[in-house]
C-alpha cells in the first residue's frame, strides 16, 4: 500500500438493550430500569460512558439496591470504585450457580457470601463441604460440624463437638432399597419387598412401644420412625431358611437362599466403620426424639439456638466414602426441605443449602447409580419447588456440565468464574438469556477471582471483581515448586499411614 493511500476501516459494534436510564421519574433523579421503555431510533448517536460519568451511572446502579437486604460481590471491573450489589432476597430465592474452572475463585467467593450472611442475626444456611475447605471460616455466625467418621465412633454423640450421626432410619424407602438391595442381582425385585415389609413392620413396632397411636394410624415407609435393625435382619433370615411343609415331608419355603445377599449386605453395611455415623450412633440415634434434636441443630434459624449460635452451618462430609456421598449429601437436604414443607406457611423460616462441588453428587447422568438417582431426584425437587417453601440453592462446581441440567436450568442467577473447557463453556451459554450470549466470550478470559454475574439479583449484567473474604478457605492449592525448594524433612508419611489404616484424616 502506498504511503499517500488512506485505508478505511469499518467497525461494527453488536449492541444489547439492556435497559433504561431515566433523568427524572417520580420526583427521583437518575433512576435505571431494567425494562426498555423506550428504543433508540435507527442511527441515533451511541456514546461509550467512561470517566466521571461511568463513575456515576455505576453509582447509580448500585443504589438500587439501597433499600433492600444488600450483598456485596466486590466491585465492577468497568469502575473499581464502584461497589457491586445483589438483591440478597432475589439471589436466593430463584437459586444460583457459582461456576469455574478450578483454581477460578468459586470457593473464595462462596466464603465472601457466608460471611456476609452470617452477620445477619437469624441468618440459616447449609453448606455442604466436601474436603474440608472451609474450615477456617470463623466468627460468631458460623458453626462447624463433620458426619462422624471412623475416628469418631467410639467417642460418643455429640452435637455441641460437632460430629453428626445421620442414623440409617432417616433414609428414605428409595434410600434404603438403593443401599442394601443390588439391582443386578436376579433376586432384587423378592428382596425389594421383603425388605420393605421388614422395615414397615419394624417401624410399627417401634411406634406401638412407644405408644405413638397418633403417628401409627398415618405413617408410610417412609416416615422418619426409628426401627430395630436386628428385628429387620432376623425376619429376613428366617424367611431365606424357612422349611415349610410339602406334601412330601420338609421342602423349602418360597424364598429359601433368595435372601443370602441381601442378609450379606446389611450385615456388611452394619458393621462397617466408615458408615458409623449411619449405624453405629448409640442409643440416643435411635430414639424417638432424635429427629427434632438433629433438625434443630441443623435446620433451626440462629435464633432458634440454644445461645443463637450462628445460622451458617458448615457440614464436612470429607469422612463420608464416595459410592454413598449423594445418598448422605440429599439426605440432608430432604432434612431441610422436609421440615419446610411441612412447617405452617407463616412459620417457614428461609434456608439457602450451598452445594459446592456439585457434579459429585447431583449429575447430569445417574449412569445406573442408584445413589444418584435417589439425589437427583431430591435436588431436582428442592430446585423447583423450593423457592415456594424457602429453600434456595447454591450450585457451585467447576464442571457445570456434569451437573444436572434441570437443577441448572432452575437457577436464575449465574456467577461465572474463569472456564476454559468449551463443553462448560456451552453449559453457561444456554444458562444467559438470548440477548447476552456474546457475553460468554469473556469467560476464559476472566482473571482468577473475577466473575461475570447475571441474573434476577443483578440490576445488570456485570463483569466483577470479587471481594476477598477475611478468612480464606483452604484452597488446597500446594505450591510444589516452593515446597520443593525447602530443606527441611518433612516426615509425614507415617502419621499418613497410619491415618488410611483408621481412616481419619490427619489435621
Ligand atoms: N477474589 C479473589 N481475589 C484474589 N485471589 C483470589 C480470589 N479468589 C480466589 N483467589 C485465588 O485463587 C485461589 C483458588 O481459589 P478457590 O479455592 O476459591 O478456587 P476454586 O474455584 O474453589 O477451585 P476448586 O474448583 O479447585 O475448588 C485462591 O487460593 C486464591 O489465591
Ligand atoms: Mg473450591
Redesign the pocket.
Known sequence: MGEDEVSSEENIVRISLIGTHIDLKDGKRNVFRRTLETVPEIEANCFAIGGDHLTSFMRVIANVAEDGQRLTL?SYTLDENADAYLDGNKFFQRHAVVV?????????????ILEQVAELPNANALVFDL?G?YTPLVGDGIRHFHIAGPGDLDKGTNLDGGSIYLPYWLLDYEAMISMFVDRSDQNAPNQTMLMSRAVTEAKKEFLKKGDHKDVLGNFTIDSPVPFDLDRVISEIRQLNEEMVDGTRGKKQGDYFGKLSRLIDRLENKRTDRRLGFLFQGGKDTNEYKWLEILSSTLIGGAQDQPESKGGVKIIDFSEVPSDILPLIVSLVARLAFSLQQWMAPGKRHPVALFC??AHLYIPDRSEGNAANDVSISIFERIAKEGRKYGVGLVV?S?RPSEVNRTVLSQCNNLVS?RLTNAEDQGVVRRLLPDSLGGFSDLLPILD???ALVVGDASLLPSRI????PSS??N???VDFWDKWSTSEAVGSIPAAVDGWRKQTQQT
Do not use: L, N, V
Open positions: 466486590g469455574g474452572s478450578t483454581g477460578s475463585g468459586k470457593s473464595w467467593t462462596t466464603a465472601h474436603h475447605e459446592d462441588e457451585i467447576q468464574m482468577t477471582g473475577e471483581r470479587i471481594a476477598k480464606r478457605p484452597s488446597g492449592t
